[in-house]
């Protein structure tokens, strides 16, 4: 088979999230209720992976508010290529609040053992140290190092300024690492 029967063989390219979600935004503004169901199946487990790491115990409680909120604001969505970044904002800001509300944190001195590094063990481990940080310094490691954003990006998220992410970041890495060290 030549190069161009293989593609054609192996099917369409697969679209991006945003391009699958975007004539769904459509449709569900437009009053389609199937769509719309359509589009939170889609956006959940994006919404879940994001408030896992941030609320915690209470990632189900954040899930259900981030979803009424993206329920009820869709209408105010211009643009539905930026779905996913709407979303994020969304997402973030009410873990971190579901969170603090929740009032999960533990400090960092009232930690006990040091954590193993051994592999069946390590997301349990930095599941431990990630529930000893504040839910802002878990947003901002989240949005950094799973999300891979930017410091401008994450700013726009979480409504903070490029410096304050900065310095933000720089100590919730310090206090990821005592946690860890401790």
């Known amino acids: 088979m030549s190069g161009t029967q ?14 699958v979600a975007a004539p769904l935004v459509r449709a569900a503004q437009a009053g389609d ?18 408030c896992r790491p941030i609320a915690l115990a209470d990632s189900a409680d954040a899930v259900q508010e981030s979803m009424i909120v993206i329920f009820r604001s869709l209408g105010k969505l211009n643009d539905p290529s930026a779905l996913y970044g709407w979303v994020r904002t969304i997402t ?4 971190v609040r579901v969170s603090r509300r929740a009032g999960r944190e533990t400090p960092v001195a009232d930690v006990g053992d040091r954590p193993t590094a051994t592999d069946a063990e390590l997301a ?4 431990d140290v990630l529930s000893r940080l504040s839910p802002e310094h878990r947003a901002i490691l989240v949005l950094r190092g799973l999300e891979g954003l930017d410091e401008h990006t994450v700013g726009g998220t979480l409504g903070l300024a490029r410096g304050t992410v900065k310095s933000r970041l720089h100590r919730a890495r310090r206090s990821f690492r005592a946690a860890w060290l401790s």
């Open 33 to 50: 209720t199937l769509a719309l169901n359509d589009l939170m199946e889609l956006l959940l487990p994006y919404v879940g992976r994001l």
């Open 92 to 95: 973030v800001r009410e873990a």
């Open 124 to 127: 349990c481990d930095v599941h």
């Open 6 to 19: 293989l593609d054609r063989a192996a099917g369409p390219p697969a679209l991006a999230p945003w391009e």
